[in-house]
């Protein structure tokens, strides 16, 4: 299958710093890239989905200013969690498609972000 | 509201078998998946059912029900690195994914 690397795997921060995370599909073009948020013993929370060269779509609840997020590229989208609380800390894993109905989605590592 | 519904954890002792269960009530649908997460692990991709009826791929096995919105993810043979959470998943009519909770499957020698 495809292939979707994130980075880093694993950080920790310290409160008010920015922390940017990468997804990049190694081999192929992701015209979607999602990102998810997952807290312990819970399923994966859709936060936000960005289509190349536009502005990213947020679910409800989840705050564009304090979660940015760039996809300039067909293979690369960033997460950059702002100004980070230790509520961010979390599980963060990114997904991408080739196009729209495209039948699996192809997940990144994930990135265990700490924030003391 | 969309839904997807599965148990929270299931038990079963190595080399049986088990079936994990899961009900769906979403806004269209394009597709059923199942993806396997080892804790601390991004999900990865188990199957992919869309048409009714059971898909075959190994040791694991998926069934579909669209009429009843039920899906199940059986798997034989158990092995000890079976044991992690199971992840049910609806695409709905916009081809988005609605997930599951997840099962978590706890594998006894």
């Known amino acids: 299958g495809a292939v979707v690397s994130q980075h880093p795997s694993r950080v920790i921060c310290k409160s008010g710093t920015s922390v940017k995370i990468e997804c990049r599909s190694l081999d192929f073009q992701a015209t979607t890239m999602f990102w998810y948020r997952q807290f312990p013993k819970q399923s994966l929370m859709l936060m936000a989905t960005?289509?190349?060269?536009?502005?990213?779509?947020?679910e409800q609840g989840v705050e564009k200013d304090k979660f940015l997020i760039n996809h300039a590229s067909l293979t690369l989208s960033t997460l950059t969690v702002t100004s980070a609380h230790p509520e961010d800390s979390s599980f963060y894993i990114c997904?991408?498609?080739?196009?729209?109905?495209?039948?699996?989605?192809?997940f990144g590592q994930g990135t265990r972000l700490t924030v003391v | 509201g969309q839904n997807i519904d599965q148990p929270t954890e299931m038990t079963a002792t190595e080399g049986a078998i088990v079936q994990i269960n899961c009900t769906y009530q979403?806004?269209?649908?394009?597709?059923l998946f199942w993806y396997q997460q080892h804790a601390g692990e991004a999900p990865t991709f188990l199957s992919y059912?869309?048409l009714d009826g059971l898909e075959e791929k190994g040791r694991f096995s998926s069934f579909l029900s669209r009429s009843k919105g039920y899906s199940y993810l059986l798997l034989k043979e158990l092995q000890m690195k079976d044991s992690a959470s199971y992840l049910c998943?609806?695409?709905?009519?916009?081809?988005?994914?609605?997930w599951g909770a997840g099962t978590k499957l706890i594998i006894k020698p």
């Open positions: 979403t806004s269209g649908f394009n597709g």
């Open positions: 059912n869309v």
């Open positions: 997904s991408a498609r080739t196009g729209t109905g495209e039948t699996e989605a192809f």
């Open positions: 960005s289509n190349e060269g536009s502005k990213a779509t947020y």
């Open positions: 998943a609806v695409m709905d009519s916009n081809y988005q994914l609605i």
